[in-house]
């Protein structure tokens, strides 16, 4: 394993913000409660609760104000939510007491590779966004930060455009980064936004260790990638062995952006798929993968359909006291499959694949 692998990660599970607004507006205030409550339990340290958009634009998020008012803090949880406007911004100021609205990133930037979605999704063009950035980067100036960070959105392709190189991409970053500098500010972070999911494991290895060799003051990555193609998982393997500590998931993998054309199916990396993979890896995520299975499970039942996760599912590893008995009947449909946290109970009444077969006898002398 490579020695960039680092010992922990911080995973930010978006669930009720990411996954949420792009499901039924009619889910109610109580099942989101529930399901914000289960998320609570996992482990998470920071919690978005959702946006205050307008309703119009996300109708999913038109009770952000309801849940703001009833959900009840877990201790040592950061509750957090999204504003775009000042009008958001004013309406999340209203439940201070319970969300944490500071800005750990005070100074940076957010610009989009592909001006058609930034004109879809932000109804901003690629130039006014370069604009805005240099309103940032004179208010860092003023203030005199040291640090700022920078957010990449359609690295790697958009829907609309099509592909983007690997210079197209390093001469935006260089722009950013030459603005930033020019300041006497060092961009030393750096997110990815793949809305769209053109991600692919080489790739990203292909523009980490590109940037590293460019630009060596930036010295922090994060991943917010799509899982359109099935492969963003891989590609969040790939960027933990160059180091990468920091990443977006939800729970059952649920999102995916109304803007990009694909709706739904862009889907994110299901929350428990990627605990579980860090913890085989020996790396720590402060998540308890049995109440992540728990809450995505929740999740499916507050959405009313399957999700594309699969460790909730099947489970993790059955290990120790966790092996599957050698007598269990056949499994099929994904009730009884649940077998592994309801039971077997769920199976019963199967037909067995053997009876009196040498393996029973040695368990049983075992």
């Not at 961009?187 to 080489?202: E, K, S, Y």
């Not at 109304?258 to 993979?277: I, K, M, Q, S």
Request: hydrophobic share 40%; aromatic share 8%; with cysteine.
């Amino acid at each position: 394993m490579s020695s960039l692998v680092p010992k922990s990660v911080i995973i930010h599970d978006d669930t009720m913000r990411e996954g949420l607004q792009i499901e039924s507006p009619d889910i109610s205030v109580s099942e989101k409660l529930r399901l914000l409550d289960a998320i609570g339990e996992m482990g998470a340290k920071r919690i978005s609760i959702g946006s205050f958009a307008h309703p119009k634009w996300t109708p999913s998020m038109a009770c952000i104000d309801e849940i703001a008012e009833r959900f009840v803090p877990k201790p040592g949880v950061r509750y957090t939510a999204l504003a775009f406007n000042r009008r958001g911004r004013d309406r999340a100021a209203a439940y201070g007491d319970k969300l944490d609205l500071s800005r750990t990133r005070r100074f940076g930037c957010h610009v989009e590779m592909c001006d058609t979605f930034a004109r879809r999704n932000y109804n901003r063009t690629q130039a006014q966004q370069l604009e805005s950035m240099e309103s940032a980067v004179e208010e860092a100036r003023a203030a005199g930060a040291e640090l700022a960070f920078a957010d990449i959105g359609s690295p790697w392709g958009s829907n609309f455009e099509g592909r983007f190189s690997l210079g197209q991409f390093m001469d935006l970053l260089g722009m950013i980064v030459s603005r930033w500098n020019e300041a006497g500010v060092t961009v030393h972070r750096l997110t990815f936004l793949d809305a769209m999911g053109w991600n692919m494991p080489h790739t990203v290895r292909q523009y980490l260790e590109a940037i590293r060799e460019e630009f060596p003051t930036i010295t922090e990555f994060a991943m917010h990638l799509h899982n359109t193609r099935g492969v963003a998982l891989t590609s969040y393997y790939e960027a933990l062995q160059l180091g990468v500590r920091e990443f977006d998931t939800s729970l059952g993998g649920m999102g995916g952006c109304p803007y990009c054309g694909n709706g739904r199916a862009a889907g994110h990396v299901p929350t428990e798929d990627f605990v579980h993979l860090c913890h085989e890896m020996g790396i720590e995520t402060g998540y308890d993968l049995d109440k992540v299975i728990e809450a995505a499970t929740i999740a499916e039942e507050v959405v009313g359909h399957l999700l594309h996760g699969h460790v909730s599912k099947a489970g993790g590893f059955p290990e120790g006291d966790r092996v599957y008995p050698a007598d269990m009947p056949f499994v099929e449909p994904q009730e009884e499959a649940s077998h592994f946290r309801n039971g077997p109970e769920v199976y019963e009444g199967q037909i067995a694949p053997w009876q009196n077969s040498d393996i029973l006898n040695k368990q049983a002398v075992a």
